[in-house]
């Protein structure tokens, strides 16, 4: 077993042991998302990746409205390609935590240096991102990533730029977030985030760089609550969450 490093690969391990003790039989259904976190005193949002790395390894499938059933039990050793998937992946929600903490500062420093023509090829995007929606091409993120990228780059910190870039490249060649998007069958939820992208190009307009940051804090917190919801196999009225609130201190002068 390879060494363990992320949290949804913890409990992953915990419920396959759980498997092999014949504690969960084929067949069986598994406890609500609610009780797996709380036995393990985690978010549900780690359970919920813990639970997509088990179905990756085509142990349990989900039953939507109805909950998660073992299909399979652990072998002993993984094969090259499970191995991969726990040794390299990042969890969906452990990706968009990463950058929620990096990019609502990033807006807030771009609010600062931003230029006209910044503010042109963010309003371009935007366009493309409406179009693209109007079109229902509702599985296309190209112009999402655009924007968020486009933001650091107005930051002109080359150094940001490319953290960005980064990020979204493990969100593309992640296993993990496929299979979150699997499980998603109505994408009308990105009609939201094109109004929070609208938002925060207003706050990057007015160079008011607090409300840049909250306008992107709220965004990623937007886009975690959404994909928690209408991935959920049991009740879309989860408690899950990832931070209770926007962390700005304000200082008095």
């Known amino acids: 077993m390879p060494r363990v490093h992320r949290l949804y690969q913890k409990i992953g ?24 976190a709380e036995t393990f005193n ?48 990042f969890g969906p929600f452990e990706l968009l935590q990463a950058r929620q903490l990096l990019e609502s500062n990033i807006a807030a420093f771009a609010a600062s240096q ?13 366009e493309q991102e409406r179009q693209t929606l109007e079109q229902e091409v509702l599985d296309d993120y190209s112009a999402d990533e655009m924007f968020h990228v486009a933001i650091a780059r107005a930051t002109k910190n080359s150094i940001l730029e490319r953290l960005l870039e980064d990020l979204w490249s493990k969100r593309s060649s992640s296993k993990m977030w496929d299979q979150l998007q699997s ?4 994408h009308s939820y990105r009609k ?10 207003q706050a990057l307009q007015l160079k008011d760089s607090m409300a840049a940051r909250h306008a992107m ?14 991935s959920d196999s049991e009740d879309p009225n989860f408690d899950g969450y990832l931070f209770d609130s926007i962390p700005v201190t304000i200082v008095n002068q």
């Open 13 to 36: 391990n915990e419920l396959k042991s759980l498997l092999t003790s014949g504690t969960f039989k084929i067949g069986d259904r598994l406890p609500p998302e609610r009780d797996i």
């Open 183 to 186: 499980r998603i069958i109505d």
């Open 192 to 201: 939201k985030w094109l109004y929070d992208h609208e938002r925060i190009l």
């Open 114 to 126: 931003i230029v006209k023509s910044d503010i042109i090829e963010l309003r371009t995007i935007i």
């Open 217 to 230: 804090w709220q965004h990623l917190e937007n886009v975690k609550q959404t994909l928690m919801t209408v």
């Open 42 to 89: 985690v978010s549900r949002t780690v359970v919920r990746e813990a639970l997509i790395m088990l179905e990756l390894e085509k142990l349990v499938a989900v039953k939507k409205g109805s909950g998660v059933y073992v299909i399979g039990l652990p072998d002993e050793f993984l094969s090259e390609k499970d191995r991969e998937i726990e040794e390299e992946d």
